[in-house]
């Protein structure tokens, strides 16, 4: 099973400052990663797929980089409504998502 | 717009088999790959299963011998069954869509919160 290893565990920001969310793969998983954002008491939502491409309808201070094993979520200038749990998942072998980055207002 | 809706009880026995299905409106079921992810309480995500429109399913390797995976497309209705369940499969389930096996879900359920306990 490939492992997904976030970090921070809890990232603090102020609005309108840059957030950088880190995800990590046991064993290269090529560009097949996604981004989510989950928001309490909701579904997670799908930001980014195949590590940079955003999805329909997501804005563009959101940002993802990576391939193989290292991958970044940057979000340019949070707004109050960033403030959730971000999850990264990668379906290049199965499917396993990362235990999540909560991105709390500093 | 395409939603998909979870239903089923939200309580099952300890060693009973839970059981739920997902209805998706304003979208075909076919041509698209229909997976069960579930969330227990305050913890992250994990993928049960996936089955595509002509029967096909595949199943996480530490679920399978307890998943089952169907679907009725004249309902468009896909549905989940897990056996012998234990207090750990106590969770958000959540169904959603992705448009192939080698990409993310971009529809989502709103979740059904499923309580194992006697």
């Known amino acids: 099973e490939i492992v997904m290893t976030q970090s921070p565990a809890t ?11 880190s995800c990590r793969a046991s064993q290269s998983v090529r560009s097949n ?19 940079s491409t955003r999805a329909t309808g997501i804005p563009a201070r959101f940002s993802g980089s990576g391939s193989g094993t290292e991958f970044t979520l940057t979000i340019s200038s949070l707004q109050s409504e960033d403030f959730a749990v971000y999850y990264c998942q990668q379906y290049n ?9 909560k991105l709390e207002i500093k | 717009q395409v939603q998909l809706q979870e239903s089923g009880p939200g309580l ?24 069960w992810i579930r969330q227990p309480p305050g913890k992250g995500l994990e993928w049960i299963g996936y089955i595509y ?8 390797p530490s ?9 009725d497309t004249t309902k468009n209705q896909f549905s989940l069954k897990l056996s012998s369940v234990i207090a750990a499969d106590t969770a958000v389930y959540y169904c959603a869509r992705s448009l192939s096996p080698v990409a993310g879900y ?11 306990s006697s």
């Open chain 1, 11 to 21: 990232l603090s920001v102020s609005p309108g400052e840059r957030a950088t969310l």
């Open chain 1, 33 to 51: 990663l996604a981004w989510y954002q989950q928001k309490p008491g909701q579904a997670p939502r799908l930001l980014i797929y195949g590590a």
């Open chain 1, 93 to 101: 072998n199965w499917y396993t998502f990362g235990q999540g980055t």
């Open chain 2, 12 to 35: 099952v026995k300890p060693s009973e088999t839970l059981s739920l299905t997902c209805t998706v409106s304003g979208g075909s079921i076919s041509s698209y790959y229909w997976s």
């Open chain 2, 53 to 60: 429109n002509s029967g096909s399913t595949n199943y996480n």
């Open chain 2, 63 to 71: 679920l399978k011998s307890r998943v089952s995976i169907s679907v």
């Open chain 2, 106 to 116: 971009d529809y989502w359920g709103q979740g059904t919160l499923v309580t194992v």
